[in-house]
T-cell receptor
Framework: DSGVTQTPKHLITATGQRVTLRCSPR?????VYWYQQSLDQGLQFLIQYYNGEERAKGNILERFSAQQFPDLHSELNLSSLELGDSALYFCASSPRQAVYTEAFFGQGTRLTVV | AQTVTQSQPEMSVQEAETVTLSCTYD???????LFWYKQPPSRQMILVIRQEAYKQQNATENRFSVNFQKAAKSFSLKISDSQLGDAAMYFC????????????FGKGTRLSVIA
């Protein structure tokens, strides 16, 4: 168990809809990262938040947005969903200090758009 | 921007044998971290091994070891005494040591273990 919790584990929705994915980082971790993994592909970085503020942006579509709340949990909002948005969405967290250098991943949310 | 390349989409190994997965990366930074993550069918991302760029000694974790060649920007993973449970996708990843930055991943290598 990495300590990173993602909900829901699975989500099935229709095209055009909007969904919200939730992530609770490890206790004390200030950074949250969102990644998208399409079928049998690598992990594409979407966005990073650090202590409530956006820190870095990757290949995130304009239809997608995210935020990090004061309690450090994060939400990824996906709107106007298309079939191609079907993927596994990972959240990861890392601590402020560089004691641990890796990121810790949640189990992912599998999104299926039908 | 940093990039990570895994040139072997698929590899296979006989049980109990040794296999090496390749990874190269491109960066202009001098200090960084490199990782190998394993993704079994459960899709969980599991850290296998990490290497700090400032350390010349190659990292080792039980049956897993790396060959880190900083000048060549190469970071290969060697799995010894392969087991059926090693079958998974393996991702090489790069992280800058400057600031709290995201990991950059390669496209992965799918490893099959043959009994």
């Amino acid at each position: 168990d990495s300590g990173v919790t993602q909900t829901p584990k699975h989500l099935i929705t229709a095209t055009g809809q909007r969904v919200t994915l939730r992530c609770s980082p490890r206790s004390g971790d200030l950074s949250v990262y969102w990644y998208q993994q399409s079928l049998d592909q690598g992990l594409q970085f979407l966005i990073q938040y650090y202590n409530g503020e956006e820190r870095a942006k990757g290949n995130i579509l304009e239809r997608f947005s995210a935020q990090q709340f004061p309690d450090l949990h994060s939400e990824l909002n996906l709107s106007s969903l298309e079939l191609g948005d079907s993927a596994l969405y990972f959240c990861a967290s890392s601590p402020r200090q560089a004691v641990y250098t890796e990121a810790f991943f949640g189990q992912g949310t599998r999104l299926t758009v039908v | 921007a940093q990039t990570v390349t895994q040139s072997q989409p698929e590899m296979s190994v006989q049980e109990a044998e040794t296999v090496t997965l390749s990874c190269t990366y491109d960066t202009s930074e001098s200090d960084y971290y490199l990782f190998w993550y394993k993704q079994p069918p459960s899709r969980q991302m599991i850290l296998v091994i990490r290497q700090e760029a400032y350390k010349q000694q190659n990292a080792t974790e039980n049956r897993f070891s790396v060959n880190f060649q900083k000048a060549a920007k190469s970071f290969s993973l060697k799995i010894s005494d392969s087991q059926l449970g090693d079958a998974a996708m393996y991702f090489c990843a790069y992280r800058s040591a400057y600031g709290n930055t995201p990991l950059v991943f390669g496209k992965g290598t799918r490893l099959s273990v043959i009994a």
